[in-house]
């Protein structure tokens, strides 16, 4: 079993942690395939800014990731980040695979990342109860430009809102 670097959290908090955190991290890494579809696929006028912009946002869903994931390896759990668990484990609605419409994909991205943000509170008041002000603050972090993310892509279409 992996070491647990985070010895101050009694055992329940911390296998608890683990889950809330590979839970949130299902959920970013599926947020983030999904940014990078509408990326690949989106058409209409204001293209090329939303296309850049969308890079920005799954890169910063990977760092998201990537800081939870490190996490959950700190407390001595395993990260659990495959395709195959987080077609199974994510919380968000699937993607649609048939749209090219820019207003189409800034709807359906902003109505996820407000889904997320609402786990990622869920995460934070999760953690607070645990004692675990670390994990809280790491989700603040991933929430707070979760946020900013949302607002950026939803300030691109009137239908957004």
Do not use: C
Not at 31 to 38: G, S
Not at 93 to 112: G, M, N
Not at 124 to 143: K, N, P, R, W, Y
Not at 151 to 159: D, E, T, Y
């Amino acid at each position: 079993m992996p070491q647990n670097f985070v010895p101050f959290l009694k055992e329940n908090a911390r296998k608890d942690m683990i889950e809330e955190l590979n839970a949130r991290l299902a959920d970013t890494i599926d947020l983030a395939n999904a940014v990078k579809q509408a990326h690949w696929n989106l058409k209409g006028t204001g293209f090329i800014g939303v296309h850049e912009l969308l890079d920005d946002v799954a890169e910063h869903l990977r760092e998201g990731s990537d800081l939870m994931a490190e996490r959950v390896v700190m407390m001595g759990g395993l990260a659990q980040g495959t395709s195959q668990t987080v077609a199974t484990k994510s919380t968000l609605k699937a993607y649609p695979t048939d749209i090219i419409d820019l207003s189409e994909h800034v709807a359906q991205l902003v109505d996820r990342f407000n889904t997320y943000t609402v786990t990622l509170r869920k995460g934070i008041e999760a953690a607070d109860e645990a004692g675990d002000e670390d994990t809280a603050d790491l989700f603040t972090e991933v929430s707070r430009t979760a946020e900013k993310d949302a607002w950026f892509i939803g300030s691109n279409s009137a239908k957004a809102a």
